[in-house]
């Protein structure tokens, strides 16, 4: 128990440090685009994990390469979706819409796998998109910001991420795999910044921090303790623990950026958080009582 109540921990400083990487990330693009900034993120990622992990770089398999490939173009999509959206949305909204993965991922999965969803998974779901119209949309529709629009659909290519990730982990080494992620995204990113926008480096110091600060904490150092902690802790408390993220994000965007929500927008939030707990909640069936004979 006391292994598990410290990588319980250990996930939940992961979750805290993920909830200041979307802080970090919007102040980050004050100065760079969001393709450049994420060329230069995952490049020192990539560079800091493979001088760590040099022995098990050293020994991977063409498998691994190819299957860390499509994982990385995958993570691009999903990091350039998020990022983009991050540029026009706030830190919390941007948050809570991205949390919706959680709830997205067993619904993906039952429909590769071809098997009806649990009843818990439908009534999530619709508590989690009944939030989300609340947290988003205005009074008049029309006023939904593209960034809204592009979080989400960065949640769904999360959803699909984590999926292929449990297949393709099981039959790779799964740090290396993820290293060869970080590579393809700074590639990816690297290319996309030529292409459409205008490379750059940061300028201030309070930036290079940042950008140190998300490279190693919240992309290197974040993967290692996660990938450590889970060996001593199930996966719903995992899942359940990194529910938390987005509340951590609203925080921090509520202390440094002085966002606030409003009412509506704070119940619409609270509802997918409750809809993430929901989902990892264990309902057991009451036995029928026995009669006495």
Known sequence: MKKQFKADMALLAVTVVWGVSFLLSKNSMNELQPYNFLAIRFFI????????????????????????????????????LQTVGLYYTTVSKSAFITGMNVILVPIFSALILKRVPQRKVIISTIIAFIGLGLLTIDDNIGNLNIGDILTLISAFVIALYVIYVGKYTIISDSVALAIVQFGMVALLSTVATFLVE???????????ISIFFLSIMCTSLAFIVQSVAQKYTSPSHTALIFTFEPVFAALFG????????????????????????????????????????
């Open 254 to 293: 509520y202390l440094f950026l002085s966002e606030i929500l409003p009412p509506r927008g704070l119940l619409g939030a609270g509802l997918i958080v409750g809809s993430m707990i929901l989902m990892e909640i264990e309902f057991k069936a009451k036995r029928p009582k026995q009669s006495v004979q």
């Open 45 to 80: 990622a990539f560079v800091i994990s493979s001088l760590i992990f040099i022995k098990r770089m050293s020994k991977m398999t063409k498998n691994t390469i190819k299957y860390g490939i499509i994982l990385g173009i995958i993570m691009f999509i999903m990091y350039a």
């Open 198 to 208: 205008t490379p750059a480096w940061p300028v201030t110091s309070i930036n290079w």
